[in-house]
Nanobody
Framework: VQLQASGGGLVQAGGSLTLSCAAS????????IGWFRQAPGKEREGVSC??????????DYADSVKGRFTIFRDNGKDTVYLRMNSLRPEDTAVYYC????????????????WGQGTQVTVSS
């Protein structure tokens, strides 16, 4: 089981980035995938989640990113994406993807695989 997060970078405020979480070693359809972030000196927080295809592929977003971020999956490519628009300096963090049960759950106890993280830096 492996998750590979990528797509981070440096962008100006108001810009956009798309993060990718490529899965291998398991059937992506059966699991929810969540995106988390951790800024320096802060706790890791759940950003967005998409449930498994068999659970309807429902999406969830933290209030701080609603209307700006979009999560979607391409099961054919075994990849979950996080499209981030209208980025703000406070979005600066290391972003991680993680595998969870079929229905979204941000509790770390429910997550059993993590990607390595990708740095997103938003300059003002």
């Amino acid at each position: 089981v492996q998750l590979q997060a990528s797509g981070g970078g440096l962008v100006q405020a108001g810009g956009s980035l798309t993060l990718s979480c490529a899965a291998s070693g398991f059937t992506l359809d059966y699991y929810a995938i969540g995106w988390f972030r951790q800024a320096p000196g802060k706790e890791r927080e759940g950003v967005s989640c998409i449930s498994s295809s068999i659970s309807g592929g429902t999406t969830d977003y933290a209030d701080s990113v609603k209307g700006r971020f979009t999560i979607f999956r391409d099961n054919g490519k075994d990849t979950v994406y996080l499209r981030m628009n209208s980025l703000r300096p406070e979005d600066t963090a290391v972003y991680y993807c993680a595998r969870g049960p079929p229905v979204c759950d941000y509790d770390v106890e429910a997550l059993d695989a993590w990607g390595q993280g990708t740095q997103v830096t938003v300059s003002s």
